[in-house]
């Protein structure tokens, strides 16, 4: 297989596996501790001095889940409405003078997209890819969180600060996962916070392909690991 | 204090300590400091030193900082011995402080081994062992919280008044033994001082002795502004004391207060923090205040840009002097046309509405030292509207600012959000809608229902590493459960805070102050105190001293807003601390039965043992819908 190809076939195998292991929460409980906690980590991450409201669901075991992040240190807010892992909308919002909806991310799953995971599971060769070299995992989480290929950039109200929003994301947790990282203006904590999230999928990955767990949900990286406060 | 490395840090303007000063320190008082700093060194004097200022102007932040300089040799600024004589009042009475001397006397005189066999005060006062002055400290500042303890001190305490001539002697005695061991002046640091009223009987009466105690030693002691005033027939203070005066802030200087508590995020709101700056009068504390409301504002969807710094201003004035005593309108006008004011002014004795009260209760600043009887002097930003109701806003600079601010960013009607503004006619200019809002009536506070009050105080509420203290004052006693249960339970929001809810009850017979050090000693996280009873002046007095002791707390107090016209006043050095909110008297108005049982639903399915943050959610928000239910049924029926 050309080189080339392969690291992709790589890529596109830990692609997969980064989202598995941290970005699909089951329904029910598993979701909300996972929202639960990023609302959590809001502020220890961007140092605002501000909670977010905790999230709430309209009925107990029933989707939608909706919640809303106030961000008014830099006169912004987002706010989310999740109904399963592939439908969900994530509206932002510009707060200086009145609330302007700038936009929404609208992610609807009756509407085809390319399918990646059921070529790469049709495919079948998870095992084999995962078996080499995993130092890929900075690029694949460059392309999922740090630096998405395809992107908006929106003005910062602060100097030198680079927002990348990813226009692609279909999974609702990886989606608010990156706008925590991208909105967050502290360069030092964000290549810390790049630096730890490398180390930390990288040991998942290696440990579940030692432990071999893929079935099982204890090889996932817990809400409490993935937003661990290391800084 | 938590502190952030880069964003933001806010509190409600305590005092900085050792670990916060390198990050948010100003330096901005040089000279005051090296004169500070050159009487101290100066091993030669036994002269005393006044170092006064205003309430908030960062008088115990400046001592701080000069005393955990280490420039030349550590701890070479330090005092022998630090007197805090705002920590340990319990009934303000001479007992009281002469204790807090003796205490630190002897402890001195025990770590240095130094022989204290000259008396028996051990046993012929306090009935110990001849020589057991560890004892002493023992009974007087036990390490152990109990009934037991406590009762032991204020019995001690009163042997102190009983026998105070003896105890003067000694202590003078324990004195000389400290000094002629040192070789060198005692530097004594005699804190708090500042905090009592010199128009109150505490200071005038109780107090007195121990200050003589201390001018006999080379004492620094840090008073209110007004105590550099008083005349020499009415001072406890020696009359050849030097004096040393905190100016208010430039606003540049303030500017950079702001921008460090600010920190990355300062650079957006530049122009919002100059004219908090301005409407800070050069105070940093009221800066501060300004600041946390204003970000309050912020996460406020109703509110436009202009609005929400006139709400900060609103808030933060209802907080400083809502129900507070107004000086005479006279006594304004002459400070707003002469910019000075005589220091025979502030000898005028009689009525509380002098200049002396004014300068007390921080209506005006003094803004520089002065070398003659005149001194500068303007009024309060944020006490100006309860003096100009009639006048026209665009005279005072500070409002200025804020009106050509608010013409800049279109502000509307509905951007101010206050209900008398709601119905406004639409159209009005910037200039017409500030006018009514400074006419608004300044001196009632801002009435906000529930999640309103919430909103303003989440971010300390829900975070255990701030320990900020809210007064919330009622009108409707049958809400104040629902209440309470929705303020517990967003507590707990991400954090599991334990709460206790505990009664304290003033009057006759009562102790007020014990039961509040008791409420401090408990093991939990949020303290919810509720006053009952009718809390007579010597009891409010000694809670407006206990200040200091309530810095590491996290508080909610609620007291009915009858009673809390009536303390307000007396509390000018307490509110200093809180955040005071008038609760509107319905709850349905603000919390829907859907809204909290859709919280119920997301925190019902995370409940996995009783002592966690959602069980406490869980637990508390229904006490909320039972009451919502209830009621609403009441409505219905």
Known sequence: MDENIKNDMIRAYLWQEVIMLAFLPSRGKDQKTWLQMYNKSINEFWETDEYPPSPSSHHRNEPPITGEITYSAIDMLFDYTISNNSTFAVRLLHTSNTKDLMWTHDVDSRYFIFPIQSILNQYNKRKTFLKEDISHIESVLDGLIFHPRVHQHIESPLNNHEIRIGGGIDNPFLYLFHLRYQLCPISEKRDNEKKRLIELFTNAIKNKSKTDKSKTDKSKITPKDLFMRTW | ?637
């Open chain 2, 1 to 637: 204090m938590k502190l952030n490395r880069f964003g933001i840090n806010l509190d409600e303007g305590i005092p900085l300590n050792e670990n916060s000063l390198e990050k948010l320190y100003v330096n901005c008082f040089d000279d005051t400091v090296s004169q500070i700093t050159d009487w101290i060194k100066d091993n030669e004097t036994k002269k005393q030193l006044l170092f006064g200022g205003q309430i908030g102007a960062g008088k115990s932040t400046l001592m701080a900082k000069i005393f955990s300089d280490n420039s030349l040799k550590p701890n070479s600024l330090k005092p022998d011995i630090t007197l805090k004589f705002d920590r340990e009042g319990l009934n303000l009475d001479e007992g009281d402080f002469l204790s807090i001397i003796l205490v630190e006397f002897v402890k001195r005189a025990i770590g240095h081994e130094l022989n204290l066999s000259f008396s028996k005060l051990p046993s012929e006062v306090f009935g110990l062992a001849d020589e057991d002055w560890q004892g002493i400290l023992n009974v007087l500042c036990s390490n152990i919280f109990s009934l037991k303890a406590l009762e032991n001190k204020i019995s001690a305490r009163k042997l102190i008044t009983k026998h105070a001539d003896y105890i003067i002697e000694v202590i003078s005695k324990i004195g000389k033994i400290l000094e002629s061991h040192k070789k060198s002046p005692l530097f004594i640091f005699a804190s708090g001082l500042d905090k009592y009223d010199p128009q109150k009987h505490t200071f005038k009466l109780s107090l007195g002795n121990s200050i003589r105690i201390l001018s006999k030693y080379k004492t620094l002691y840090e008073v209110n502004a007004v105590h550099l005033f008083l005349p020499d027939n009415t001072s406890p203070f020696f009359s050849g004391s030097r004096k040393i005066f905190i100016q208010t802030m430039s606003s540049r200087d303030m500017m950079e207060v702001l921008e460090k508590r600010m920190g990355i995020y300062a650079e957006p709101i530049k122009e919002e923090l100059e004219l908090i700056a301005e409407w800070s009068g050069g105070n940093p504390r009221q800066a501060i205040r300004l600041l946390v409301h204003y970000q309050a504002a912020r996460k406020n969807k109703k509110l436009d840009k202009a609005g929400r710094l006139a709400i900060a201003i609103k808030r933060s004035t209802d907080d400083f002097f809502a129900f507070a005593r107004k000086p005479s309108t006279d006594l304004i006008k002459t400070v707003s046309k002469d910019h000075n004011i005589q220091t025979s002014l502030f000898y005028l004795a009689g009525d509380k509405e002098t200049a002396l009260g004014s300068l007390y209760g921080n209506w005006i600043f003094i803004t520089r030292d002065s070398a003659d009887s005149s001194w500068p002097v303007i009024i309060n930003p944020l006490s100006k509207p309860f003096f100009e109701s009639d006048k026209i806003l665009s005279e005072e600079p500070e409002q200025k600012l804020l009106l050509k601010y608010a013409e800049a960013n279109e502000m509307s009607p509905t951007g101010l959000s206050f209900d008398m503004l709601v119905n406004d006619t639409p159209g009005k200019s910037a200039d017409e809608l500030l006018q009514d809002f400074f006419s608004m009536g300044f001196e009632e506070p801002l009435p906000l229902n529930i999640t309103e009050v919430f909103e303003v105080i989440s971010a300390a509420l829900l975070s255990k590493d701030r320990k900020d203290r809210i007064l919330i004052g009622y009108k409707d006693k049958n809400i104040l459960d629902a209440a309470r249960a929705y303020l517990f339970a967003k507590a707990n929001s991400y954090e599991y805070q334990r709460f206790e809810h505990l009664v304290l009850q003033g009057g006759k017979d009562k102790e007020p102050i014990i039961k509040l050090e008791e409420a401090l000693n408990l093991d939990t996280d949020i303290i919810s105190l509720d006053f009952t009873g009718q809390f007579n002046e010597n009891q409010q007095e000694a809670l407006d001293k206990y200040r200091d002791n309530l810095i590491d707390y996290q508080m909610l107090w609620w007291i009915s807003l009858e009673d809390l016209r009536e303390y307000l006043p007396n509390w000018v050095q307490l509110r200093e601390l809180f955040e005071v909110f008038i609760l509107e008297d319905e709850l349905l108005v603000s919390l829907s039965i859907e809204d909290i049982e859709s919280d119920l639903a997301f925190f019902e399915d995370l409940v996995e043992s009783e002592e966690s943050a959602e069980y406490s959610m869980v637990t508390n928000l229904k006490i909320v819908l039972e009451y919502l239910k209830q009621n609403r049924g009441n409505d219905n029926g």
